[in-house]
């Protein structure tokens, strides 16, 4: 066979091809590598100053396989910063040629490690790699076409370091998957991306979905999952939250985000993150402020561009939240606040966007919340659980109506029930509210700190409609109508540990209440069966007192100005306003104790019913009282009037009726020094005051009372009451007394107690200094039968005074205790000249029994003598010559006569002549007077006992008296009464 010629040219030709494949040949497979790996490292080491090193460089130059492995970049210490132990990439040069584009069939990077690490300064360990370039770069806009099939990177490796925070903390992420399938830089070509991570603290990062280089956008599936919480706040909110957090989330997603003409925008659709055991202490010591089983925000929808948010549901459930006060009145949640530290300076306005947000349901379900005050003395614990809670269709959109329902349970017997809607912008709210059976014993230790007061039991409950509102002055505006009550209240004193306040029911009913406006109103108030102990002390002091704690840190000057400073400046407007329709009180009671007395005093009221109506704070309102009840359970009391508050004016009547006295004998020791043996007594008493005058009136009537044991009391009035009450006593043993009393209250010194007081000793002591007086008053006599009249020197009752004694009589039988006792009297002045004969008689007959006497015989006493006229005119004529020898001569007959007149005896003048100066010469004789006064007694004795009918036992002749005080120049002997 032929060979056939080849040309000299063509085999030059294929010559230098054939060199030219060897040297690319050579050159690709064994060249490049080597130069790739001598110098590769060298330049690293010259642009970053760090060291580097590859281990294996391979080229295909036919396939353009280019492969490296066991590359590493070291920090300045020597340390990896970055490594990998191969990378692939697979360049398809017909493509390329093909597509006018880089066309990257493969591109792998298998176990790539990456160390970046944060200084205590605050910087990376990278910086030294981020050079500032001064020269602008030009971009035309122009992106160079790249296509890579495959984009891969398996068990990637991430070690995070950050030294920076008080505590240093690492983390490594690993393995790092990462798959891109068709990454391109063509417009509008999305790429599949696939990425997946794992924390060695545990937490997935799972991501699905297209990605698009131009413009640059992505949108899929995004998927964190069983990152711990005390990683995520060890890691990046050390510094911002002083909390310990456990637990761990869940957040997923469905997502759009693209930047397109230099704006962000992402959109996330389907979103669901949850928190699964999650709890919230101040430090990993301390028991959990927030502890929850599962928190979850479900159809989470996000658009960043339209700034809305949706969220489909939020719910917590058996959450249990802790809350406490320290000593020191700090609140435990506030390490959740931000601090605003003091050198921040103010940044610059940021101008706010508005956003959308709107959440289809919030629910709590089975919630609950410890609370805790440590202030107190005796720390106290309230539990609210569960705690229901649920709010629809919230949407922050200005006038949108929430509608929201909570429920809480209080103290495992209380509930607290709200019910209604309310919109956030403008603020506004309408909310039914209903509390039930919420133990008051439980809140003791609030009381203990301004109380010395056990809270025994009570339960408060609430029920109404509560309205919220922003005004137009950005006030808040609330209002409340419906009704309250506290049944079954007990409080004791601690000091007596005895009950001191209770009811079985307090019902303010028809409340509605206007705060901004400061109007309160009521229909009615009705307190069934109330109770309260009442102390007046030996102090004057009552006990509500001893009960009450005075706040110490207060200065009662400063409070005292304080307050009156309030009240200045307080204006008509601003004064609240107030109503209530009725009180009304239903078989009331109290314990009453009066310590104050000599014999301290106790009383009960019992079965008090009535009340009150029209209670207002117009200034012209009158308050109608009526009130019914018991003393003792045996002594009905009525009380019934008008009061008017403000303008000071009321008229009230209160009754007693039945009063058994001995039970208040402790107020008649303290007035009389006296207690009550027996007696009832009734009371009606009207008080009226009207323009600032007070005019009133006391009835007293008293039955059957007997004075007993007499108690030695200093400042009892001084008063014989034995007699008063012998006087007052009626012929039935009932004692009537009227006290008016009247006065100005404008008088700072009017006090109405002691004007009743004086009133009623003015009333007693003008029966006792005037008893005649009302002794006649009782038989309709005006006359003053404390005194009977007689004629001088003379003993006989005359016809007016016989009509006197026989009124008085009278008067004695209507008081059957009373007796008299009868004082005979005679004037030395007025008597003794008409008695002074009979001691001129007298002293004759002494004279005729002497010259008797003297004869001899039986001895004669001067009484027993008997003088005839003649031996009368004989013994005158003897004495008078005898007493006066100047004033008589004799006659030639020898007969006496007066001197210079022609009378002598045989004439009437000489004797009375005779008479009248032996009488003058007598000197008044004492007894004389006092048989005088004893014969009058004696008169006065008899026509009472005798002819009045008056017991002889009652009537008692006192000692005579000569010359005693008396009104007047009148001959009377003094009457006087005493009591048994």
Request: charged share 25%; with cysteine.
């Amino acid at each position: 066979m032929k060979v056939p010629h080849i040309p000299s040219k063509i085999k030059i030709a294929v010559f230098i091809a054939g060199g030219l494949f060897g040297i690319y040949t050579a050159l690709g497979f064994y060249l490049l590598p080597m130069l790739v790996k001598s110098k590769l490292p060298a330049l690293i080491q010259q642009q970053t100053g760090r060291k580097a090193s590859v281990a294996t460089v391979r080229f295909d130059p036919f396939s353009l396989q280019l492969s490296l492995q066991g590359f590493a970049l070291q920090e300045p210490d020597g340390r990896l910063f970055v490594g990998f132990d191969g990378f692939f990439i697979d360049i398809n040069a017909l493509q390329s040629i093909s597509q006018t584009a880089l066309v990257i069939d493969k591109v792998s990077l298998n176990k790539p490690i990456v160390r970046i690490a944060k200084g205590k300064d605050g910087t990376f360990n990278f910086k030294d790699l981020l050079k500032d370039s001064n020269e602008a770069k030009q971009d035309d806009g122009k992106v160079f076409p790249v296509n890579i099939a495959k984009l891969s990177m398996t068990e990637g490796k991430l070690d995070w370091e950050d030294a920076h925070f008080s505590s240093p903390e690492k983390e490594t992420a690993y393995p790092i998957n990462l798959v891109i399938d068709n990454l391109t830089t063509q417009a509008d070509k999305p790429s599949n991306l696939g990425l997946s991570l794992e924390l060695n603290s545990g937490g997935k990062l799972d991501w699905q979905g297209a990605i698009s280089l131009n413009p640059l956008s992505s949108s899929g599936h995004i998927k964190l999952e069983k990152v711990q919480l005390p990683r995520i706040r060890a890691l990046a909110l050390q510094d911002f939250v002083q909390l310990d957090l456990q637990g761990y989330e869940l957040f997923e997603a469905d997502y759009k985000a693209a930047y397109v003409n230099n704006q962000f925008n992402v959109n996330l659709n389907q979103g669901k993150f949850e928190l699964h055991d999650f709890q919230v202490s101040q430090n990993s010591q301390d028991k959990p402020l927030v502890k929850m089983v599962r928190f979850a925000v479900q159809g989470i929808g996000f658009n960043l561009e339209k700034h809305e948010l949706t969220v489909e549901s939020v719910s917590a459930n058996d959450a249990d939240f802790k809350a406490w006060l320290n000593p020191d009145g700090v609140f435990s949640y506030q390490p959740l606040l931000p601090i605003a530290k003091a050198d921040e300076a103010p940044g610059e306005p940021v101008e706010k966007t508005s956003w959308s947000i709107k959440v289809n349901n919030i629910a709590l379900n089975n919630c609950g919340l410890t609370f805790e005050d440590q202030t107190l003395k005796k720390p106290i614990t309230i539990i609210a659980k569960p705690i229901n809670f649920q709010l629809t269709n919230f949407n922050n959109e200005a006038g949108a109506s929430l509608p929201f329902q909570l429920s809480v349970g209080l103290n495992e017997s209380g509930l607290i029930k709200l019910d209604g809607n309310t919109v956030i912008e403008p603020l506004s709210a309408q909310i039914a509210v209903d509390v039930k059976d919420i133990d008051l014993e439980k809140f003791q230790a609030y009381v203990d700190k301004f109380a010395r007061l056990d809270v025994i039991n009570g339960s408060l409950a609430i029920d109404g409609k509560l309205l919220v509102a922003k005004s137009a002055q950005d006030k808040l505006d609330i209002k409340f109508t419906g009704n309250t009550k506290i049944a079954d209240l007990i409080t004791r004193d601690q000091l007596k540990n005895k009950d001191f306040v209770k009811w079985e029911n307090l019902a303010l009913n028809g409340m509605d209440v206007d705060l901004a406006a400061n109007q309160y109103s009521a229909e009615t108030l009705i307190i069934n069966k109330p109770y309260a102990r009442v102390i007046i002390k030996q102090d004057k002091t009552i006990n509500f007192g001893d009960i009450m704690i005075a706040d110490k840190n207060v200065e009662k000057g400063k409070q005292d100005a304080t307050v009156k400073a309030a009240k200045n400046t307080q204006t008509d407007a601003q004064k609240p306003k107030f109503k209530l329709g009725k009180i009304q009180v239903i078989d009331g009671s109290s314990d009453f104790s009066d310590l104050s007395l000599i014999l301290p005093f106790t009383a009960q009221i019992k079965s008090l019913d009535g009340g009150a109506n029209n209670i207002s704070s117009d200034q012209k309102s009158t308050i109608k009282v009526d009130l019914k009840g018991t003393a003792y359970d045996l002594a009905p009391v009525d009380v019934k009037g008008e009061i008017s508050p403000y303008l000071g004016d009321y008229d009230v009547t209160v009754n007693f009726t039945g009063m058994p006295m001995p039970l208040i004998s402790s107020y008649m020791v303290q007035f009389a020094g006296y207690k009550v043996e027996k007696g009832k007594m009734s009371l009606e008493l009207n008080y009226k005051v009207a323009n600032r005058e007070l005019t009133a009136s006391n009835n007293i009537l008293i039955d059957q009372f007997e004075l007993g044991e007499k108690v030695e009391n200093p400042n009892a009035v001084s008063l014989p009451l034995e007699l008063a009450v012998a006087l007052m006593k009626d012929s039935e043993g009932k004692i009537k007394i009227h006290v008016p009393i009247s006065g100005s209250l404008e008088d700072p010194k009017f006090s109405v107690s002691h004007i009743f007081v004086d009133a009623l000793v003015n009333s007693i002591s003008k029966v006792i200094t005037s008893p005649f007086r009302a002794l006649a008053s009782l038989i309709g006599s005006e006359e003053d039968l404390s005194s009977i009249d007689f004629a001088a020197g003379d003993a006989v009752l005359t016809k007016s005074q016989i009509s006197k004694l026989g009124d008085l009589s009278k008067a004695l039988k209507a008081r059957p205790v009373l007796k008299l006792e009868i004082k005979g009297a005679a004037y030395q002045e007025q008597d003794w000249p008409a008695v002074s004969d009979d001691a001129l008689y007298d002293q004759l007959k002494r004279i005729k029994a002497a010259e008797v006497n003297k004869q001899g015989g039986r001895k004669v006493r001067a009484e027993h003598v008997v003088i005839s006229d003649q031996d009368y005119r004989r013994l005158m004529e003897q004495l008078f010559a005898e007493k006066f020898p100047l004033m008589v001569e004799k006659s030639l007959l020898g007969t006496l006569r007066l001197v210079g007149s022609k009378a002598d005896t045989s004439t009437d003048e000489f004797y009375a002549v005779a008479k009248q100066k032996l009488s003058a010469i007598i000197k008044p004789e004492e007894q004389r007077l006092k048989n005088l006064a004893a014969e009058r007694a004696q008169a006065i004795a008899n026509y009472i006992v005798q002819k009045g009918g008056i017991a002889n036992e009652r009537v008692f002749i006192l000692d005579t008296a000569i010359d005693p005080a008396r009104e007047g120049s009148g001959i009377v002997s003094l009457l006087s009464l005493k009591a048994d």
